[in-house]
Structures are given as structure tokens and as C-alpha cells.
Nanobody, 125 residues
Framework: QVQFVESGGGLVQPGGSLRLSCVASGLYFHNYDMAWYQQAPGKERELVAAISETGGLVDYVDSVKGRFTISRDNAKTTMYLQMNSLEPEDTAVYYC??????????????????WGQGTQVTVSS
């Protein structure tokens, strides 16, 4: 059974940093591209960062470029999101999932219908 467990969120002041973790189980982790999604209050879940199977390719939405860094450790079946220079607009619940992705076009869709509980990030003074 596929499972994703996100952690590392919290309350942080604008300009602060957080490091999110996603532990995956029940899948061949190293065979999947992975992604972080954010769901802000009243909005749909959207992809913010993606990473290829080996970590050689990464991509970000424009709003987080230069501030967020996605990485993975296949030996630990874990993915990370380093979030720096956080802004109030980053406030959301963050989720992870494996993805089917076309790196040329940027098209991406979640590989599994299963989602974890997410981790809440709140950026506020």
C-alpha cells in the first residue's frame, strides 16, 4: 500500500526558513519522479516543485524559484523541500506524491490517488 508522510511544517515569520520532509513507502521510490504540492485556504492543490527519479532534473513554479529547493534521498525513500525567504503567500498545507511528468512540456499528474495528511506551513508575523 502506497503511503506518503509529510512533516516539518510550522509557524514561521516572513523571511524565515523551513525544511519539509516526505517519507514514501509501498512503491519503488527510485523509479518515480516526485513532487511537492501546496494547497492554500480556499484554493485547489497545485504543484510547486518536481524532481526526477535520480534528482538530475528539478523544476519549480515561478513563485518559489530562487527560494525553494527540492531534493531527494533514494536510499531513504525521502524527499525534501528547503523553503527559504518565506512569504505570507506561502501559507498552505504541503503534500507530496509521485508524479507522471513530461519534463519537456512541464505536464505533470499525480501518480497515485493516495495523499498523506500534509504538513501545515504558516508564514505570519
Amino acid at each position: 500500500q502506497v503511503q506518503f508522510v509529510e512533516s516539518g511544517g510550522g509557524l514561521v515569520q516572513p523571511g524565515g526558513s523551513l525544511r519539509l520532509s516526505c517519507v514514501a513507502s509501498g512503491l519503488y521510490f527510485h523509479n518515480y519522479d516526485m513532487a511537492w504540492y501546496q494547497q492554500a485556504p480556499g484554493k485547489e492543490r497545485e504543484l510547486v516543485a518536481a524532481i526526477s527519479e535520480t534528482g538530475g532534473l528539478v523544476d519549480y513554479v515561478d513563485s518559489v524559484k530562487g527560494r525553494f529547493t527540492i531534493s531527494r534521498d533514494n536510499a531513504k525513500t525521502t524527499m525534501y523541500l528547503q523553503m527559504n525567504s518565506l512569504e505570507p503567500e506561502d501559507t498552505a498545507v504541503y503534500y507530496c506524491n509521485a508524479v507522471h511528468r513530461n519534463w519537456a512540456s512541464g505536464w505533470s499528474t499525480p501518480a497515485f490517488s493516495v495523499w498523506g495528511q500534509g504538513t501545515q506551513v504558516t508564514v505570519s508575523s
